[in-house]
């Protein structure tokens, strides 16, 4: 029997009324005659009649098209449903709608800038110069552009101007390491990159130029590198090739203009890693996102006009996607650059203070964090303005609930959230007008069929089951750039349900039509909302001379953000000492990123593979896991069925 979980936060009236969720139901009732009691009765209608939901969206969120659409639905088919068929549209031309100019739309801090504002006016002129200084190099509809850029303004009117010329944008944080920005980038073939000179983290300056230099070497189809000043106010342009200024990019005294294009004109590309060959470079369309993060923004995370969403990101996670997409609503947004636990845990609490945040975005990694820092929030701050807190990245504990019940307020609305890269969005999270309880989500999203589903297919309820979306939805990517016959799209989403979307992450619905999220179901490694392949993490370790085979792993740890140990196959002659961990760390750090270095290091004989010699990273998860060896993987297909035995043992220590 389904256990009632701790109620720990129900809106009030006034919360209610507000909700543009509420004002879209109503509308509903009035232009449609659609009236339904609760909001399980909203979103069953969402999914079941898929085309007059998304409909209701353009309608009720005035998108405008220089070319209107055919039909809502050209093909259901999945993948390649065809949406809003024959329509031309600009995503960027939606985000500058209706702005006041000496309105703020963008607040930002960082570790290396003093802290400011951009108005709506300042936000506009920089896109423009961008986009015209774009348009001067040849960059047009269709080309790439990729950014090694921090999360500071530039990067969003960056993005607008290539969003504007129709553009194709492509970003990473400069954290990144070199080769995994280049297994990125190089996909795509680009033509302009833009990059900073280096940046400031926990309090240590990062020279990025050399990088820089690699990543043109690499990208032989690069015509123009652009540089941001941003570690130093004049960089030394001469330790590029065909390097230019930041201030010979931007074109001034222009106005901006915005390309008509497609619905399924590509908008961006993100990449989510597998855990083999390099990470997919997922493309969204621009009428997709746009629909979506209309929906997302305003019925789901309340964006209102007195709002400051804070959600603390970098370039290379999609939650700066999902930021940028807040645009589109009256609120305006806040941008961090930096550490947040530098100097300490306090320090995004303390920004919250100063820029009068409204919705604190993180990880449930940071919460857990400030848990066990015991950190506490409203110590000696003002947070008046602090109505909500959003968590990703990772399934938030129970204990994470209660602690910012306790510590942040008792009548603020948490909504853990749960989506991903591949749509660029959330499937599960926040819904305004519902109640939260411990260790849940709250529901549901609109247009989203999510259900459990068993290996047969069964859809579960008050059951663990591999999380599916059943129908399709506008933000799913329109293709993996340069997969022609879309092999490797069906294979990553379809394979296991053909026509429904296999996600990878288990997940309950439970009776009452909340949801819980326990992680990964495939091997990918997710850490404080990064995506990362093994295969990355195994690129980094191959190259040292000590390592001769490894497997890694993530296992969820309540509380943590989970607990990944790697084992490695030593070379002759290599001792697994201090100083070979600290250089194993240092490779993963420098090639992939810190938040993928192992939580400890285990040498072992030899690593579990197939016959056909893949690695057996999911079924030692499983044998971890507490999962016997019998049932985590047949033996009879491995090459080398002995090496299970240390993981088993390795288990039972544990």
């Given at each position: 029997?389904e256990?009632?979980?701790k109620?720990l936060?129900?809106p009030?009236?006034?919360?209610?009324?507000?909700?543009?969720?509420?004002?879209?139901?109503?509308?509903?009732?009035e232009?449609?005659?659609?009236?339904?009691?609760?909001?399980?009765a909203?979103?069953?209608?969402?999914?079941?009649?898929?085309e007059?939901?998304?409909?209701?969206i353009w309608?009720?969120?005035?998108?405008?098209?220089?070319?209107?659409?055919?039909?809502v639905?050209?093909?259901?088919?999945?993948?390649?449903?065809?949406w809003?068929t024959?329509a031309?549209?600009?995503?960027a031309r939606?985000?500058?709608?209706g702005?006041?100019?000496?309105?703020?739309?963008?607040r930002?801090?960082s570790?290396?800038?003093?802290?400011?504002?951009?108005?709506?006016d300042?936000l506009?002129t920089?896109?423009?110069?961008?986009?015209?200084?774009?348009?001067?190099?040849?960059?047009?509809?269709?080309?790439?552009v990729?950014?090694?850029?921090p999360n500071?303004?530039e990067?969003?009117?960056a993005?607008l101007?290539?969003?504007?010329?129709?553009a194709?944008?492509?970003?990473?944080?400069?954290d990144?390491?070199?080769?995994?920005?280049?297994?990125?980038?190089?996909?795509?073939?680009?033509?302009?990159?833009i990059?900073?000179d280096?940046?400031?983290?926990?309090?240590?300056?990062?020279?990025?130029?050399?990088v820089?230099?690699?990543?043109?070497?690499?990208?032989?189809?690069?015509e123009?590198?652009?540089?941001l000043?941003?570690?130093?106010?004049?960089?030394?342009?001469?330790?590029?090739?065909n390097?230019s200024?930041w201030?010979?990019?931007?074109?001034?005294?222009?106005?901006?203009?915005?390309?008509?294009?497609?619905?399924?004109?590509?908008?961006?590309?993100l990449?989510?890693?597998?855990?083999?060959?390099l990470p997919k470079?997922?493309?969204?369309?621009?009428?997709?996102?746009?629909?979506?993060?209309?929906?997302?923004m305003h019925?789901?995370?309340d964006?209102?006009?007195?709002?400051?969403?804070?959600?603390?990101?970098?370039?290379?996670?999609?939650?700066?996607n999902?930021?940028?997409?807040?645009?589109?609503?009256?609120a305006s947004?806040?941008?961090?650059d930096?550490?947040?636990?530098y100097?300490?845990?306090?320090?995004l609490?303390?920004?919250a203070?100063?820029?009068?945040?409204?919705?604190?975005?993180t990880?449930?990694?940071?919460?857990?964090?400030?848990?066990?820092?015991?950190?506490?929030?409203?110590?000696?701050?003002?947070?008046?303005?602090?109505?909500s807190?959003?968590s990703?990245?990772?399934p938030?504990s129970?204990?994470?609930?209660?602690?910012?019940?306790?510590?942040?307020?008792?009548?603020?609305?948490l909504?853990?959230?749960?989506g991903?890269?591949?749509?660029c969005?959330?499937?599960?999270?926040?819904?305004?007008?519902?109640?939260?309880?411990e260790?849940?989500l709250?529901?549901r999203?609109?247009?989203a069929?999510?259900?459990?589903?068993d290996?047969?297919?069964?859809?579960?309820?008050?059951e663990?089951?591999?999380?599916?979306i059943?129908?399709?939805?506008?933000?799913?990517?329109i293709?993996?750039w340069?997969?022609?016959?879309?092999?490797?799209?069906?294979?990553?989403y379809?394979?296991m349900y053909?026509?429904v979307w296999?996600?990878?992450d288990?997940?309950?619905?439970?009776?009452?039509?909340?949801?819980i999220?326990?992680?990964r179901?495939?091997?990918?490694?997710n850490?404080?909302g990064?995506?990362?392949g093994t295969?990355?993490?195994?690129?980094a370790l191959?190259?040292?001379?000590?390592?001769?085979?490894?497997?890694?792993?993530?296992?969820?740890?309540?509380g943590?953000?989970g607990w990944?140990?790697?084992f490695?196959?030593?070379a002759?002659g290599?001792?697994?000492?201090?100083?070979?961990?600290k250089?194993?760390?240092?490779?993963i750090r420098e090639?992939?990123?810190?938040r993928h270095?192992?939580?400890?290091?285990?040498?072992i004989?030899?690593?579990?593979?197939?016959?056909?010699?893949?690695?057996?990273e999911v079924?030692?998860?499983?044998?971890?896991?507490?999962?016997?060896a019998?049932?985590?993987?047949s033996?009879d297909?491995?090459?080398?069925?002995?090496?299970?035995?240390?993981?088993?043992?390795?288990?039972?220590r544990?």
């Amino acid at each position: 029997m389904e256990q009632m979980p701790k109620l720990l936060w129900q809106p009030d009236a006034d919360r209610i009324d507000r909700a543009t969720l509420t004002h879209y139901t109503a509308w509903l009732a009035e232009t449609s005659g659609l009236v339904f009691d609760d909001y399980e009765a909203l979103w069953r209608w969402s999914v079941g009649e898929i085309e007059a939901f998304w409909a209701s969206i353009w309608e009720y969120f005035d998108v405008q098209a220089e070319v209107p659409y055919e039909r809502v639905l050209g093909s259901r088919e999945m993948p390649g449903a065809q949406w809003f068929t024959g329509a031309h549209l600009s995503f960027a031309r939606h985000i500058f709608a209706g702005k006041d100019g000496d309105s703020v739309a963008i607040r930002h801090a960082s570790e290396t800038r003093e802290s400011g504002q951009w108005t709506w006016d300042d936000l506009r002129t920089n896109t423009a110069e961008i986009a015209a200084g774009l348009r001067a190099v040849g960059v047009g509809p269709g080309d790439r552009v990729v950014a090694y850029i921090p999360n500071v303004p530039e990067a969003i009117a960056a993005f607008l101007a290539c969003a504007s010329i129709g553009a194709v944008w492509a970003s990473c944080s400069p954290d990144f390491g070199a080769r995994t920005v280049i297994d990125r980038f190089s996909q795509i073939e680009p033509k302009v990159l833009i990059a900073v000179d280096g940046y400031r983290y926990g309090g240590k300056e990062f020279d990025r130029m050399d990088v820089v230099a690699g990543l043109q070497d690499e990208l032989p189809t690069l015509e123009h590198t652009f540089v941001l000043p941003y570690l130093d106010s004049e960089p030394d342009l001469e330790r590029l090739r065909n390097a230019s200024s930041w201030s010979s990019l931007c074109v001034a005294d222009v106005e901006l203009e915005f390309a008509s294009l497609p619905f399924d004109h590509p908008l961006w590309v993100l990449y989510s890693s597998g855990t083999t060959g390099l990470p997919k470079p997922i493309v969204h369309g621009q009428g997709g996102m746009l629909l979506e993060q209309l929906k997302k923004m305003h019925l789901h995370l309340d964006a209102q006009a007195d709002d400051r969403v804070f959600w603390f990101t970098t370039t290379g996670w999609m939650m700066w996607n999902f930021l940028v997409g807040v645009l589109l609503t009256p609120a305006s947004i806040v941008l961090y650059d930096g550490n947040p636990g530098y100097p300490d845990l306090g320090r995004l609490w303390d920004l919250a203070q100063e820029t009068g945040v409204t919705c604190f975005g993180t990880s449930a990694s940071f919460i857990s964090g400030c848990m066990n820092a015991g950190v506490e929030p409203r110590a000696g701050r003002d947070l008046e303005t602090l109505r909500s807190v959003g968590s990703t990245g990772s399934p938030l504990s129970p204990e994470g609930f209660e602690w910012i019940y306790k510590h942040v307020g008792s009548d603020t609305w948490l909504f853990s959230t749960s989506g991903g890269t591949d749509m660029c969005t959330a499937f599960v999270g926040g819904v305004p007008t519902l109640p939260v309880y411990e260790g849940e989500l709250q529901a549901r999203v609109l247009g989203a069929d999510v259900q459990a589903w068993d290996e047969q297919g069964k859809s579960l309820i008050g059951e663990v089951g591999e999380l599916v979306i059943t129908e399709p939805m506008p933000t799913m990517p329109i293709y993996f750039w340069g997969d022609s016959d879309g092999e490797r799209y069906r294979d990553s989403y379809f394979s296991m349900y053909p026509g429904v979307w296999r996600h990878g992450d288990w997940i309950e619905i439970t009776s009452r039509g909340t949801a819980i999220i326990y992680g990964r179901s495939d091997s990918t490694i997710n850490r404080g909302g990064v995506r990362m392949g093994t295969s990355e993490i195994y690129r980094a370790l191959f190259a040292l001379p000590e390592i001769a085979d490894a497997v890694v792993v993530d296992l969820p740890r309540e509380g943590t953000e989970g607990w990944m140990p790697l084992f490695v196959v030593l070379a002759d002659g290599a001792v697994l000492d201090d100083a070979l961990v600290k250089k194993i760390a240092g490779a993963i750090r420098e090639d992939c990123s810190p938040r993928h270095v192992p939580n400890e290091v285990h040498a072992i004989a030899e690593v579990p593979r197939t016959l056909s010699g893949k690695v057996l990273e999911v079924p030692i998860k499983r044998i971890l896991m507490g999962t016997p060896a019998e049932q985590a993987a047949s033996r009879d297909s491995l090459a080398n069925p002995r090496a299970l035995d240390w993981f088993v043992e390795f288990a039972e220590r544990q």
